[in-house]
């Protein structure tokens, strides 16, 4: 069965408050664990005002404390913002407090603006360190070094699993040098998913990380009991993304009947293109989009993301593509029985 995951921004809807958002990230966790997910991640972003997950780390510790198995991780924490040393000793925590259970997702981009960047990290140092600062902070995860001055404590000697996130190339050439699993961000940035990939797969270099090389691929999935239901509840991420193309990023807006009313065509047939990795349906939908999406990326994870504006129709997705994935398991076994 191949893995599904969920990426979670603790989307702040319209006229409600973080709070409300970061209650909801729990529960929907608490959810994804009784379905069958593999992971929680949840996503560094600032100075947006539909999203709550900012404080990533803190956020984790908040998700992690309220369920059990699951795995909770950064997807990620955008490593330019932030000393390799807090990282580490942040990650080294909750790993000291939820052993076996934290992934650390890291990015290169801001997760925000310039300015925001700036007053996140004064001494500003842009995503051309990035492969420096991955290194640095795997030393501070080695065994105790005496000849290792500085140390990160808690977090030396602990086994946590860092993955290079990516929507470009760049990505997938540094997960593939230093061994280490990959994600791709194509539920917003397709264009070079299957480059990237082939790139990541015939690079890679074996580590003591990671053996052979691992894919995990983001895929919008909004799924509901009729096609029609599922596109109106898709329309609060179009909205999403096109008022962050016009600057004015805002809290997460009601779905509306028809979106083609409000948007000129060419807003629209942007977003599109930036969405195309969606699939939005009833069941039946969700698992031929799914099915033919697997076989062209040969992923080794899937990692849904479903923003959805109703907390329980946001539920009720997860519960149907939980179902959609025991769907695809025995249509593979039928495939491999004929």
Same mark, same amino acid.
């Given at each position: 069965?191949?893995? +599904?995951?969920?990426?979670? %921004?603790?989307?702040?809807?319209?006229?409600?408050?973080?709070?409300?958002?970061?209650?909801?990230?729990?529960?929907?966790?608490?959810?994804?664990?009784?379905?069958?997910?593999?992971?929680?991640?949840?996503?560094?972003?600032?100075?947006?005002?539909?999203?709550?997950?900012a404080a990533t780390s803190v956020v984790l510790g908040y998700v992690a404390g309220g369920t059990n198995t699951i795995r909770v991780g950064s997807g990620g924490v955008?490593?330019?913002?932030?000393?390799?040393?807090?990282?580490?000793?942040?990650?080294?925590?909750?790993e000291s407090l939820y052993p076996g259970r934290i992934d650390l997702g890291l990015g290169r981009a801001p997760g925000s603006?310039?300015?925001?960047?700036?007053? %996140?990290?004064?001494?500003?140092?842009?995503p051309d360190t990035f492969p420096q600062d991955v290194i640095e902070l795997q030393r501070? +995860?080695?065994?105790?070094?005496?000849?290792?001055?500085?140390?990160?404590?808690?977090?030396?000697?602990?086994?946590?699993?860092?993955?290079?996130l990516g929507s470009s190339l760049f990505g997938a050439q540094l997960a593939a040098i230093l061994g280490l699993p990959y994600a791709f961000a194509s539920h +917003?940035?397709?264009?070079?998913?299957?480059?990237?990939?082939?790139?990541?797969?015939?690079q890679f270099k074996p580590s003591e990380h990671l053996k052979e090389p691992y894919a995990m691929v983001a895929v919008n999935v909004i799924a509901a009991d009729t096609d029609e239901e599922a596109q109106r509840l898709f329309t609060s991420v179009q909205q999403q993304f096109l008022y962050i193309r016009r600057g004015k990023a805002r809290q997460m807006q009601p779905p509306v009947n028809n979106i083609e009313e409000n948007w000129p065509d060419y807003e629209l047939a942007n977003i599109d293109s930036m969405l195309r990795c969606s699939a939005v349906g009833s069941p039946e939908t969700v698992q031929?989009?799914?099915?033919?999406?697997?076989?062209?990326?040969?992923?080794?994870?899937?990692?849904?993301?479903?923003?959805?504006y109703d907390h329980e129709a946001r539920k009720h997705s997860l519960t149907l593509t939980a179902q959609v994935?025991?769907?695809?398991?025995?249509?593979?076994f039928e495939s491999v029985a004929v």
């Open positions: 069965m191949i893995p +599904f995951s969920i990426l979670d %921004l603790s989307p702040i809807v319209e006229g409600d408050t973080a709070t409300q958002a970061l209650r909801n990230t729990l529960n929907l966790a608490q959810h994804a664990e009784r379905m069958g997910y593999n992971r929680y991640w949840l996503a560094e972003h600032h100075n947006m005002p539909g999203i709550a997950s955008m490593l330019p913002n932030h000393s390799p040393l807090v990282i580490a000793e942040q990650f080294g925590t909750l603006d310039q300015a925001t960047a700036r007053a %996140l990290r004064r001494n500003l140092t842009g501070y +995860f080695q065994p105790d070094d005496s000849n290792q001055f500085v140390q990160a404590v808690p977090g030396n000697g602990l086994n946590i699993p860092i993955w290079i +917003f940035a397709p264009a070079e998913l299957l480059r990237a990939l082939q790139v990541y797969r015939t031929s989009v799914l099915a033919s999406f697997i076989s062209q990326t040969k992923a080794d994870e899937l990692i849904i993301t479903a923003p959805i994935r025991e769907a695809l398991t025995s249509q593979q």
